[in-house]
């Protein structure tokens, strides 16, 4: 019986409206673990959903329910959690729920804020907010599904071809071994000068840098167990460091995007003296950066616009607009190489659009020749390409999903 | 009961128990629940305890520190102590008056 109740108890978490879910479901979840559960447990918890449905708080979930009546909203919302308990009372008597399908129930990935992807696209990591809530790993692929779970927040990284896995605290950063995907173990904590904004792992190198609002902090994980630091970079200018940071392929230079709309680069060929190399001008934030597998360049998205620098000659630029595309704070940006760096493309994702440019980059000299298309899409949130340009990584909010956006792979867009 | 406390309805009681409990310093909600059955007896059930936290924190009478693991602590705020005293003077003035009142001749 109190076993029977433990999984109805747990099962009754996800009848709570979704946004209190992800505030207080996984502590919930959590305090469920240590908590005997019976009868009154359940009962508890169903009169605790249903107050929570009729709490003003928490009574307006979309649109739709909006423009609906009162008594056709209380309606709504009374069935809204009737349904789920009576489908979860028939399903229980009728199937052995695994806990992952439980978990499923409480966790989405819809407005992501942050999102990593292992270099083979078969691991997939999400955020639901910065510092806070939840960290989900996925198995992406034909079919997506939850592997695990527990409490951190954007940004997230990962590393060692995606065996470890960075995840923030508002007091540090986490780091998780991912050799058991479905039970990750944390290995270490990184504490820092505040929350991180941005993490970012060196490509075939131990290196982590880890971007804090006034300083970068490079640290050596060849032992994730026992991090090193290795060096602090220190903001050429107040103000902040904004949330992107990115490594060259080849782990030796460093980009940093900033609040005052510059993108600033470092030599970090010797970890333990990274040297700084120059600051480029933007107009506006920067939404994504690339550096280049086959050539000294650096390319950022920013405003509309992508801008293409020659890292021997940083004042040597070309810039052409995304047609088509309204910059927007909303939008997800994503930007790739081909693997011999003669073409690069760049993916801008918000309000069901999707639009896709891709230029030749061999000389800067000339206005970049570019393929440009729009599309309708249901990707929405955060988005990545794997290295290699090859697919790009994010959630799929189809209809279908009903709102739980799994994490997809969108093998076609490069065309 | 104080008209702050008032407002939180069927919530009042469970809420005054938790601002008790987290007066004594920060918990997360299972030592929430373990400290209020200690010193009231009363075995608060998860539903209400977090029916009781949302509006507590909506309120800003407690708030929320990072979570250690999946588990996350709660600590009380100063409007929340200030409110807390202010009920338990009230509920403190109505204990005096009652035992007056049933006592003997």
Redesign the interface.
Known sequence: MNRLAGRL?RL?VGCYPRR?RRR?G???????D??RSGP??VA??????L??HL?P?YRREGVTMSRLGSAVRATAQVAAFAVPVILVLGGLLALDIRHEQQTDGVLTADHSAGLAVSPDARLGVTTQADG?GFVIVWRIGAHPKVLAH??GGAPVALGHGGQILLAT???AVTVWSLASPAKPARLATIPGPGQAQAIACAPGRPTVAIAYPRVIVLWNLANPAAPHRIAIIPATAPPDFQDLIAFSPDGHRLAAATARHTVSLWDVTTTSAPQYLATVSSTGPVGALQFSPAAPQLAYLSNGAVTVVDLTDPARQARAPMPGITPSASHSYALTYSPDGTRLTAVAVGSYQLGTCTWTVTSLSQPLPATCRTSHTHLDGEITFTPGGTTLVGPNNHWANRGQNPLTIWPTLLG | MHEKFDGLGRFADPSLLILTSLADGPR???AI?KDIAAFSGVKM???????A??RLE?RGWIRPL??D????PYEITGPGRAVLAEQLASMARIATVGQRRIAPA
């Open positions: 108890a009754m209190w207080y996984e502590e919930l979840l959590a305090l469920l240590e908590h009154r447990t508890n918890l169903a009169l605790g959903a107050g929570t709490d708080g806070i527990f409490t605290t508002p007091a | 997360h909600g299972h629940m059930e998860p539903g209400t305890l977090y029916g936290l949302t909506r990072p979570a693991d999946r588990r996350r």
